[in-house]
């Protein structure tokens, strides 16, 4: 969040320098005359932070997948997660079954510890 912050302060200067046109879209990342970055340069940027790392390099949008996956098995509504990636939550329903039944044996085994006897 303190990157993110100094980010957005550094762009509020970069506004005031080029004039109300820049960055019109309140974009979080933009080039440098403040329209929206070219699809290529992003991939191109990630590619060699990834690289830099030495880390493998996992796809964009496979990220975002592991992103839902992740929250969907930490017990996030399929709701919530739906909402966090702008998509409909039938839609998160049908891509990530796979995540939901072990959800549902979870749900079923706290249940069930809610009517065990206890001594």
């Known amino acids: 969040m303190k990157i993110l912050s100094k980010h ?5 200067r970069e506004k005031l320098l080029h004039g109300g046109d820049y960055n019109p879209e ?7 005359i403040g329209g929206r970055p070219r699809y290529r340069k992003i991939r ?5 932070m990834v690289k830099a790392t030495g880390l493998p390099y996992i796809p964009p949008h496979s990220l975002r997948h592991t992103h839902a996956t992740l929250l969907l ?3 996030h509504s399929v709701k919530a997660v739906a909402e966090r990636l702008g998509d409909d939550p039938a839609t998160i329903e049908k891509t ?10 979870a749900i079923v085994k706290s249940i069930e510890c809610m009517f065990e006897e206890r001594p």
């Open 26 to 32: 309140d974009l979080v990342f933009c080039n440098s």
């Open 8 to 12: 957005r302060i550094q762009q509020g």
């Open 73 to 75: 098995k930490d017990g």
């Open 44 to 48: 191109d940027s990630y590619k060699s």
């Open 96 to 105: 990530y079954a796979h995540v939901l039944p072990s959800m549902r044996e």
